[in-house]
């Protein structure tokens, strides 16, 4: 994950397309030679300096191996609530399913709360509801994850319940065919939404056919799935050696290692583990494709093209250039787009780094009538942040902007014990949490247009538009675009 995800995620969203035209590069190449639409808004005079920025305080995190291989951090905290957290994530997500089965693993999440061996869907929801407690099971590109939390007087009980969930689904027929039922109900209302068509399509295009670009389902996958499908995959899947459990709260570390082993320590793999996901491409032919939807009002644009992998060394100066370009509401595609020329409620981009690779995309919903204007303001924005650097106030706003919004979310013990988990699966050590703002504080102004020139090229990029195909001549100047049936 890495990066939140929102309607402009790639990886729910992919087939290699045409190079841009000549008339794309001539779009970029002018764009440097009108006036700035973004300047940035002085601040009221005598206001205070900003604070100097603080960074987590280092973790204490105590970390083992089990004999089995399963790894276990504990990170105990004395103060706030009496609770405790477990997340339990599990190599192997949308990316791991089988070819015939886009989106498998969301349906094998939801199903593991449906009942185990020895509890029902319903004892589940009272026993957890009696620990004071919840449950959450999701899917990602690069794994599943099981988050529970409980007072911290029912510690034995709540990690005996999710080591049941996590090792024991019983995937009761009824269960599983009313989810099939739900999930097809969800993709059908999901199909109608123009975000959503967009999302799917960029997806394609950035990522060709490496499995990042097929994991949205479909209703044939979705009705294929059986029982008997889930217990194979589930059990081809959940290895301690290829698992993470995080325990977060008011707990000792030697309290919780020993509850760690006294649910966990019997689980044994069987057989070897599956083959890791590939690394994504970098290099893929743009793509240009209007997704036809001849009853839209607006015309959904994604602009967007393969990054990296979570491990790379661009990742951190590629974070603050996304969000100098389109990270908030002062970036430069919202003041552009939204409060200078008034084509949309909000413009802004996304950088998603995963562990076999990345996408940078950014996004806006425009009136039909300006999709080519807008196009053209976005390849600018894109051109000038690669040829001038950013300014010095420009860059510590950003920074500040990104450090609060870190410090603030990781406040809750909850969001520390399900970030660590996230950067384990991506490959990221435990300490990125902590080295998160100093890394951020370190980025320079010439790393941020050296990384606005290497992922924001205009030449590189996909685009994506879905609307009506009136809008095709206003798409003319940046390429040659395949029209697709929504």
Same mark, same amino acid.
């Given at each position: 994950m890495v990066a939140p995800a929102g309607a402009n995620n790639p990886h729910a969203t992919t087939a290699p397309g045409k190079a841009p035209s000549a008339s794309t590069a001539a779009v970029a190449n002018t764009a440097t030679t009108e006036p700035a639409a973004h300047?940035?808004?002085?601040?009221?005079?005598?206001?205070?300096?900003?604070?100097?920025?603080?960074?987590?305080?280092?973790?204490?995190?105590?970390?083992?191996?089990?004999a089995n291989g399963l790894t276990v951090w504990v990170l105990p905290r004395e103060d706030g609530p009496?609770?405790?957290h477990y997340v339990l994530?599990?190599?192997?997500?949308?990316?791991?399913?089988?070819?015939?089965?886009?989106?498998?693993?969301?349906?094998?999440? =939801?199903?593991?709360?449906?009942?185990? $061996?020895?509890?029902?869907?319903?004892r589940i929801a009272q026993d957890l509801q009696s620990y004071g407690g919840d449950l959450q099971a999701e899917a990602g590109v690069d794994g599943i994850?099981?988050?529970?939390?409980?007072?911290?007087?029912?510690?034995?009980? $709540?990690? $005996?319940?999710?080591?049941?969930?996590?090792?024991?689904?019983?995937?009761?027929?009824?269960?599983?065919?009313?989810?099939?039922?739900?999930a097809v109900q969800a993709l059908l209302a999901a199909e109608a939404d123009p975000d959503y068509q967009a999302r799917r399509a960029m997806g394609r295009l950035v990522f060709g056919a490496h499995p990042y670009g097929h994991v949205l389902p479909t209703q044939a996958s979705i009705l294929s799935i059986t029982p008997e499908m889930l217990h194979a995959e589930h059990d081809n899947r959940f290895r301690p050696d290829q698992a993470l459990l995080v325990i977060t709260g008011r707990i000792a570390p030697d309290a919780a290692f020993r509850l760690a082993e006294s649910v966990f320590g019997d689980w044994r793999a069987e057989g070897r583990p599956m =083959?890791? $996901?590939?690394?994504?491409?970098?290099?893929?032919?743009?793509?240009?494709?209007?997704?036809?939807?001849?009853?839209?009002?607006?015309?959904?644009?994604?602009?967007?093209?393969p990054a990296i992998a979570a491990d790379s060394p661009d990742y951190f100066p590629l974070q603050l250039t996304n969000a100098v370009l389109g990270g908030g509401f002062r970036s430069r595609l919202n003041q552009n787009l939204r409060e200078d020329k008034g084509y949309t409620y909000g413009?802004?981009?996304?950088?998603?780094?995963?562990?076999?690779?990345?996408?940078?995309?950014?996004?806006?919903?425009?009136?039909?009538?300006?999709?080519?204007?807008?196009?053209?303001?976005?390849?600018?924005?894109?051109?000038?942040?690669?040829?001038?650097?950013?300014? =010095?106030d420009e860059l510590a706003q950003t920074k500040h902007y990104l450090a609060g919004g870190y410090l603030l979310l990781n406040q809750q013990q909850a969001q520390v014990a399900?970030?660590?988990?996230?950067?384990?699966?991506?490959?990221?050590?435990?300490?990125?949490?902590? =080295?998160?703002?100093?890394?951020?504080?370190?980025?320079?102004?010439?790393?941020?247009q050296a990384m606005a020139r290497k992922y924001f090229a205009p030449k590189d990029q996909s685009i994506v538009v879905v609307g009506v195909e009136d809008v095709k001549a206003q798409l003319a100047p940046f390429g040659s675009f395949d029209i697709a049936p929504r």
């Open positions: 300047a940035q808004e002085p601040l009221p005079k005598d206001l205070p300096a900003y604070g100097k920025e603080r960074s987590l305080p280092p973790l204490r995190i105590e970390q083992r191996k089990l009496p609770k405790i994530t599990i190599r192997g997500g949308l990316a791991a399913d089988p070819g015939l089965q886009p989106g498998f693993s969301s349906l094998l999440a =939801d199903l593991l709360k449906e009942g185990t $061996t020895s509890r029902d869907a319903l994850t099981l988050t529970m939390s409980g007072l911290a007087s029912n510690a034995a009980k $709540t990690i $005996t319940l999710l080591s049941e969930i996590a090792l024991q689904p019983a995937f009761p027929e009824h269960e599983v065919e009313l989810a099939k039922l739900n =083959d890791a $996901t590939p690394p994504a491409p970098i290099d893929v032919a743009p793509g240009h494709v209007l997704v036809a939807r001849n009853d839209s009002v607006q015309s959904a644009i994604r602009i967007g093209r413009a802004g981009s996304s950088f998603r780094a995963e562990r076999a690779g990345g996408a940078v995309v950014a996004y806006a919903n425009v009136r039909n009538e300006v999709t080519g204007a807008a196009l053209a303001q976005f390849m600018r924005e894109f051109t000038q942040l690669g040829s001038k650097p950013v300014s =010095d399900a970030a660590l988990a996230d950067y384990w699966l991506v490959g990221l050590p435990p300490q990125t949490l902590s =080295d998160y703002v100093p890394k951020l504080q370190a980025v320079t102004a010439a790393q941020v």
